[in-house]
């Protein structure tokens, strides 16, 4: 079946139950980026590919934020100190030409697109790269991101439209995001430990590498993955085989950092 298209580009629109033979079930999949959608941590890739010494210090960097021991605001502090801001132009080319989707993943969002499934991109990475990738591969998806932007002396800031309100331990809160989606039934699908609030707060959680590690730790219900197929497969058992969800389970930790998480712990309790 044809994904529905505007001009060539695949929209996610709701078509309702006689558009296909289940619908939407009342699903909203919020897809993480860097590490899910795409391959590589683009973050990561630009540091080492245009700044100085850029290997040594994005791995650094990366290695800090995922030991727990600086924020995603820190990291990208860090970062975008050292990312040559007359080199947008070429970075975001690089992403372009270079930076491919994970396997299966257009053919999932086809899936949904027939559907009537919304997708929201949500990433702790930029905005700038996001967009270059979805428009390469004509996909009218609605972003939720950091963003980047050039002063006029040169320097580079990362500003976070989508950041909570007090809390500084992320630079996009995923939680609230995740939340947000209510009534419909978020679906979570990202790859990192900075994903863990996300996890917490969703529905139902697809989940690989270090999320996946997260999430049996700690005992949230998730599928695992590494690339799209499987993911896939489950959601076509969902909307069109007529396979039951997952039962309604108790979103948020008591013991999180995040201030949504535990609210949700509050006031979700089964």
Known sequence: MEPLETQGR?????VGSKGSPTGSRNLHVVLDFDGTL????????????FAENGQAIAHEID?????????LREAWQRQAAILPGDRIDEMARFVRERVPLRRGAREFLELAGHHGVPVTVVSGGLEFYIREVLDRENLDLPIRSDRLVVEPDGRVRVL?????????LCGIC?????????????????????DRYGAEAADIVFARRRL???CRTVGIPCYP?????????????WLEEGADLPPVRHRGR?????????????STAL
């Open 212 to 214: 996946l590690d997260y």
């Open 225 to 237: 993955f590494d690339d799209f197929l499987p993911v896939t497969d489950q959601f076509r058992q």
């Open 10 to 14: 695949v929209q996610h629109q709701h």
């Open 38 to 49: 795409v391959d590589p941590n683009v973050a990561i890739v630009l540091v080492e590919e």
């Open 160 to 168: 976070h439209p989508y950041g909570h309100p007090t809390c500084r």
């Open 174 to 194: 995923k939680a609230a995001i995740v939340d947000g989606h209510a009534p419909s039934r978020t679906v979570f699908v990202a790859d990192g430990s900075t």
């Open 254 to 266: 008591s013991d999180s950092l995040c201030p949504i998480s535990q609210w949700l712990a509050e």
């Open 63 to 71: 290695a800090l934020l995922h030991a727990g021991k600086i924020g």
